[in-house]
Structures are given as structure tokens and as C-alpha cells.
């Protein structure tokens, strides 16, 4: 079963991780459980175009893969041999990785391709051609 949990960027830049809480309009926090005290959770606003659900799949190192994760993953067919940045996205009810040409679906790329996340596109977006 798939684990439902978010992250956002932080207003000083790291990213934040546990569930996501908006408004819809003003108020867009990550919701986690607090470190010191496993009674209390703590509410940290986050930058709304930076929040990005898992995707319920790890990378070659076992990473956790979010949505707005730049991977790079090597194509393995005739015409292409190279590596290739694509961006991690929720597209026609889907996770996928492409570009602004195509995408194709995430799972194909962890389960038959190298698929390592080298950044992201909110810190990184130059890792994107």
C-alpha cells in the first residue's frame, strides 16, 4: 500500500515532509509529527508551488521520488543510448517523467530504466534541457 505523504520548501529553503494543509488560498503548511514530542505536531507554511505528493516508488538508491524530482535516466533503445533530466509530474491521472515534449509513465522508468534523482526542479531547474 502506498504511503500518502507530501513536501514543500520552507520559506528558508529546505524542504519540509509529512502532510499537506491548505485553505485554498492563503495558508499552505506541511503537518508532521514533532521530533521532541510525538504528542504534538508542528504546522510549517511552506511555498504552495513547491509541495509535491510521493509517488509510492524509490529511485536506484532507494530514494524516495516526489513529484517536482528532476531524474536522470538512461534510454535504452536503438536511436538513444544517452541519459536524459526529466521532470517528475502528476499527468492524465499518473505519475510520468518527461518534458515539454512527451512524458511516459514513472513506473516504466524505475522498474526498466536507471532512475536516479539528481535534484529538483524548484532548487535545480538548469538540470532541465
Known amino acids: 500500500m502506498n504511503q500518502i505523504k507530501f513536501r514543500g520548501l520552507t ?7 509529512g502532510s499537506y494543509v491548505t485553505d485554498n488560498k492563503d495558508y499552505h503548511a506541511i503537518v508532521r509529527e514533532n521530533p521532541d514530542d510525538s504528542s504534538e505536531m508542528l504546522n510549517t507554511l511552506v511555498i504552495p ?4 505528493q510521493f509517488t509510492g516508488l524509490q529511485d536506484k538508491n532507494g530514494v524516495d ?11 535504452n533503445c ?7 533530466n526529466l521532470e517528475v509530474r ?5 505519475f ?20 536516479e534523482i539528481i535534484g529538483n526542479i524548484h532548487q535545480h531547474p538548469e538540470l532541465i534541457k
Not at 508551488?49 to 509535491?52: P, Q
Open 11 to 17: 520559506l528558508r529553503g529546505t524542504f519540509i515532509y
Open 49 to 52: 508551488e513547491t509541495v509535491g
Open 65 to 75: 521520488i516526489y513529484e517536482g524530482d528532476i531524474v536522470s535516466q538512461k534510454l
Open 78 to 84: 536503438l536511436w538513444d543510448e544517452g541519459r536524459h
Open 90 to 94: 502528476f499527468n492524465h491521472d499518473q
Open 96 to 115: 510520468q517523467t518527461g518534458n515539454v515534449k512527451s512524458y511516459s509513465s514513472l513506473y516504466s522508468a524505475v522498474q526498466s530504466f536507471d532512475a
